[in-house]
C-alpha cells in the first residue's frame, strides 16, 4: 500500500508547531548593562570607588592613578564600593578606566564604561 509508506514530515515545518523554548515562547537572554562610576575618592595610598550598580570584583582593576604606581589589591567593601590599594600615595588627580577591563564586572556580564574621571583628595 503506498499511502501508508510516505512520510509525511508537515508536522517540523509548521511554526505553530514547534518547539518553543523559554517561558511564554521565547528564549531572553540577559542585556550586557554598562556599568558607570559614581565617584572617585583618594586617599593617601588608596582610591574608593563607588559604582551605580552591584558588581562582581575578581582579580584587580587596572585603573591607572598613577603610571609609575601600579595597584597592589582590591577590595570589595560593599556590593557598589571597591578600595584599590596603592604601594606608594597617588599623586594623580585623573584616574583612567580602561576599555572593557574583566576585573570588574555585574551579573549580566557588563564591563565599566571607559574613560577619564576626577579623583578628588
Known amino acids: 500500500m503506498p499511502g501508508f509508506t510516505r512520510k509525511i514530515s508537515r508536522y ?8 518553543v523554548a523559554g517561558v511564554g515562547g521565547e ?13 572617585i ?3 593617601a595610598s588608596n582610591l574608593t570607588v563607588t559604582f551605580d550598580q ?20 582590591a577590595s570589595q567593601t560593599t556590593p ?4 584599590i590599594e596603592y604601594d606608594n600615595p597617588t599623586t594623580g ?7 572593557e577591563d574583566p576585573a570588574v564586572r555585574n551579573r ?4 565599566v564604561s571607559p574613560g577619564t574621571f576626577l579623583a578628588p583628595e
Open 108 to 111: 549580566a556580564a557588563g564591563y
Open 54 to 73: 552591584p558588581i562582581i570584583l575578581s582579580g584587580i582593576p587596572d585603573y591607572d592613578a598613577d603610571t609609575a604606581n601600579p595597584p597592589l589589591s
Open 41 to 43: 575618592v583618594r586617599a
Open 93 to 99: 588627580v585623573t584616574v583612567i578606566v580602561p576599555f
Open 27 to 39: 528564549t531572553r537572554l540577559a542585556r550586557r548593562t554598562p556599568i558607570t562610576i559614581l565617584s
Open 80 to 83: 557598589v564600593i571597591i578600595v
Open 12 to 19: 517540523n515545518k509548521n511554526p505553530s508547531r514547534r518547539k
